[in-house]
């Protein structure tokens, strides 16, 4: 028999309805009860009757009811397809050595693999042959799944396959480490320190809730931590796949699986599993690693009494269990994965020892669990899944701020609470104002009035919290919609929830703005700027209608307005938002908060578009950060100010101040708890072109791979901050002539892009850089197509352009590849007219596109065009030795060889060579074989053909390394036979 999740709900509800009768008239009433027919009736009797209703093993009595612990056929035979395998055979190139653990499923052996290409421990996962087609699928979901979840806490999936002779494995990631409650209580971490640790664990569940993946099987032994303090989460193997596709029946046969000290309510009886669940396991978890015990007060217990404790009853008291209770759950094993299940022992602990297991007493850690602990505690173990925490994150958030001593979001608290907050934040301060002694009747007002806000703020968020669950209830089988369950995909489901604010809220204008800035800032990291740009809108109507104009939502809204504007680069447009928000702060008296700061980095913004306002950009930030320092020393918006500090001195060429200040970013960061991985990701990107314009390509390719590897563990290949990492290190690898691994690098990128014809910045930029190898490789033609549909994206965007610019800079060298210079000015021309418009005029930008303009008017035949444009470039060195001078200078050295002044031809491309010698800023390495070339021709002219061959040979060799057999560059020059045939 096996129970589908409605069979099993039904069930659960009969096993209570008989639980609730004296135990003398069950039998008679599962006997004569006309709506339970016969399979279920088959159940109870199994359920109730002796050899199960006083036993440990109770589940066994419900086929599939505990996956952990799948029974023997009926006869109680061995499972007809045991697992075979003996110590030195392979699975791939993977050799087994020694068994690690055993459980319902199969085998996990520990594996060894050195065969010159690697050398490491794995461990193997064996399934004991497929029983049935639903014992198969789970296997082949576990691997799909383990596949893509890519984080440093939770343990990779390095291979799969199936066994010629039946069955199948897994080689995972082998975890030398403990289970979590065990490596904690060998080291007696206190409380705080068993709390950070916890925090690993949210990190890795909220990564697979991200993915769509919830766990099912969170518990110690499915927890391991290394020597070094990291953790691992083991075991998918349960897992379900919230984005299965419809079709699938893998949750309806394979029934519920759980571990039962560790199940959730919903879990036990049936009904749909969600984050939720893993909320609830990570509770149970939690408490015993903080107390020391299990939240039920069920000593000798039966499976039987759990599980009407975990439906029933309400656990103890997180900060009074210990002295309650002396069960604990241990897990058993240290292996890469778990044995499916881990029996729980009574270790007979004494409050005493749980205590001194804590580093403390047992007074001492009552005082500790008690507030803050015991209500966070209470909310993640609620019955009913929508009164938990909504996301493992705001679990997360309030451990932290329990840590940080600040006011958690799990309680509806008065006045009192948040006061008591204040005081462990500001202890000297309070002291003072307590020895004045004065207490005012509008200080009583105050807190009367601040105990219904914060009643009220609880209120709104419960009502986010279940709007934000109800997104995802699109998909739930419970509810009716117009498309088939399963198939909304995310963003239909973000969609349709997004319309639904306005409607459902319209009597809650609190709970309205706030979700509307929710999912604006959702649509903004999709890189959805319409969608964004809508739902603040909004929310400024909102605001205007419900809120004060000095309102807190009135000034934050005029922040994120300004970073909106100012973000994209339109100065007008963000000159009169930075002057709105400043009107703001000011009538607001909030000159001296993070606001203040806030606005200054956005007033940094402002002047790094105006000419000479490099010193206003940098007093502008060096303000922002103080005041950071002073109200939020170990905030994120200081890590951004900091990082946005980096940026200004790489603009003004300052390489080792801007590396100093991206390090100093990243380390506070690092220090931060939650810290955010995209920011994160583009200051080290950021890093990765400081580095690279300086020269010290190792150090940029090495933190280029840093970042990638971060965003695939934490984004994915599909997130854009993944894709823009990727194209930038491919564009190093191009710039050190390593051309076959920037190629190899876009060959993993581009089959993680949306379709080239739909709009996406990052995408957009990463395929204009897959352009530019084209044509360095020779086959401009295929790049053009792609550069055009680009162009077409980014004309219908004014927010792209800076974007355009450069796109039209890679338009105008394909088009020239292929012959069609006409095309190429326009191209050009319309770059470099924007960038004259829109940077200095001494900006390397600037520059750059000047050089590459007067090159193609030289190429075309305008040699006095050629000759201003050149000309130009040098004027504007103001004594900098920057790449594009030198080509400018290797520009006038052309044109003197054209007009046949060989002693200017020498001269200046002598001087180019010079100056590249000395260079600073952005450089790239197909720069130098042009300028040889240069100093080649230069040579020719002046019949020095010896000298001039070898620099052309330097150059060809060089261009090699650059570009493509079918680039003309690679082909070597014979200098005599050209100035002949010039002559």
Known sequence: MQLTPNQLSRLSRLINDALDRPESERAAWIASNAEIDSAERSALERVFSNEYAGR??????????????????????????????????????????????????????LALRDDGRYSGRAAVKLVRGFASEATRRRFDVEGKLLARLEHPNIARLLDAGERPGGGAYLILEYVDGLPIDRWADERRLSVQERLKIFLQICAALSYAHANLVVHRDIKPSNILVQEDGRVKLLDFGVAKLLEADASSELTVEAGVALTPSYASPEQIDGRPISVSTDVYSLGVLLFGLLAGVRPYDVKQFTHLQLVRAILEDAPLRLSTASGTQTNRSRGLTNAGT???????????????????????????????????????????????????????????????????????????????????????????????????????????????????????????????????????????????????????????????????????????????????????????????????????????????????????????????????????AVPEGCDTALNSADELIKRADKDDSAWRADWLRHKARFFQEQPNGSAQREAALMSAIALLEKHEPRSRRLVTAIADLGIAYSDELEYPNAIAQYRRALHLGQSIPSQNANEAATIYSNLGLAYSASSQFDQAISVLRTASELMAKTGGSTDPTSWSLQQQLAQVYQHTGQREKAMQVFAELLPHLPPATTAHREADRARNAYADALIHEGRAAEAIPMLEEIERHYLANAQYEFLLRSLRWSMSWAYQAVGRFDDAKRSLKLALDEAVAREKPESQMVLALRESYGNLLFETGDIDGAAKEFSEIVARANGRKLSHIALGHGGLARVAAARRDVAVALAESEAALSIWANKTGFSNGRMEPRLQRMRADALAAAGRFEEAQKYEDDAWRASQRFDGPRNPTTQRRVMQQMSATKR
Not at 76 to 101: I, K, M, N, T
Not at 352 to 366: F, G, K, V
Not at 415 to 441: D, L, Q, S
Request: net charge neutral; charged share 25%.
């Open 338 to 568: 778990a044995p499916t299940d881990a029996p729980d022992t009574d270790d007979g602990m004494t409050p005493q020892r749980i205590a001194e297991l804590r580093s403390t007493t047992p007074q001492r850690l009552q005082r500790a669990l008690s507030g803050d602990l015991d209500v966070i505690l209470a909310q993640s173990l609620k019955k009913l899944p929508s009164e938990r925490y909504a996301i493992v994150q705001a679990f997360a958030d309030d451990i932290e701020r329990h840590l940080n001593h600040q006011p958690i979001l799990a309680r509806t608290d008065g006045a009192p609470y948040r006061a008591a907050k204040f005081v462990r934040r500001n202890w000297i301060a309070v002291t003072a104002a307590a020895a004045v002694g004065v207490v005012t009747a509008g200080g009583v007002a105050a807190t009367l009035w601040q105990a219904q806000q914060v009643k009220a703020e609880a209120t709104r968020a419960n009502a986010i919290r279940d709007f934000l669950i109800g997104v995802f209830s699109a998909n739930d089988t419970r509810i009716a919609n117009e498309k088939p369950r399963g198939q909304m995909t995310a963003r239909e489901l973000l969609d349709v929830s997004a319309e639904r604010i306005e409607k459902d809220f319209a009597a809650y204008p609190n709970t309205q703005h706030d979700l509307f800035g929710y999912f604006a800032e959702i649509y903004g990291g999709l890189s959805e700027d319409k969608r964004y740009d809508e739902l603040r809108e909004r929310q400024r109507v909102l605001i205007a209608k419900h809120y004060a104009p000095l309102s807190v939502q009135a000034i934050e809204w005029s922040l994120q307005r300004v970073n909106r504007v100012c973000g994209v």
């Open 56 to 109: 440990a093993d109770f589940t066994l009595a419900l086929p599939k009811f505990a996956l952990a612990s799948e029974p023997n056929t009926r006869d109680g035979a061995e499972h007809r397809s045991a697992v075979d395998v003996a110590p030195g055979e392979c699975f791939g190139p993977w050799r087994v050595d020694r068994l690690l653990g055993s459980g319902g499923m199969g085998q996990v052996w």
